[in-house]
């Protein structure tokens, strides 16, 4: 089990930048892949960044790439991401993931946070 507890979220204007952050309680975190999924109202979750135990591999959804950064630090046990130039659409809960494999997250990753709200206004 991996617990993990997001922080970060708010209210923001377009154009803004936010940084998420995550936070595991266990030490099994530094050897797996981690990442950020989101869910805005309505629709379904999606994809938006991951990256792998060593910080070497990193992906992002077409939709933030350019705009968003992940990275992450084993020795604090934390993944953020930074976000930049937001838009009214990144508006979503945002949910910390991690997974059972070292490299990327799978589209159903083991063990998810509770979620912060990021809300972009235009």
């Known amino acids: 089990q991996v617990q993990l507890v997001e922080s970060g979220g708010g209210l923001v204007q377009a154009g803004d930048s936010l940084r998420l952050s995550c936070a595991a309680a266990?030490?099994?975190?530094?050897?797996?892949?981690a990442g950020w999924f989101r869910q805005a109202p309505g629709k379904e979750r999606e994809f938006v960044a991951s990256i792998n135990w060593s910080s070497t591999l990193v992906s992002y959804a077409d939709s933030v790439k350019g705009r968003f950064t992940i990275s992450r630090d084993n020795a604090k046990r934390t993944v953020d991401l930074q976000m930049n130039s937001l838009k009214a659409d990144d508006t979503a809960v945002y949910y910390c993931?991690?997974?059972?494999?070292?490299?990327?997250?799978?589209?159903?990753?083991?063990?998810w946070g509770q979620g912060t709200q990021v809300t972009v206004s235009s």
């Open positions: 993931v991690v997974d059972l494999n070292s490299g990327v997250v799978s589209g159903d990753p083991a063990y």
């Open positions: 266990e030490e099994t975190f530094t050897r797996h892949a």
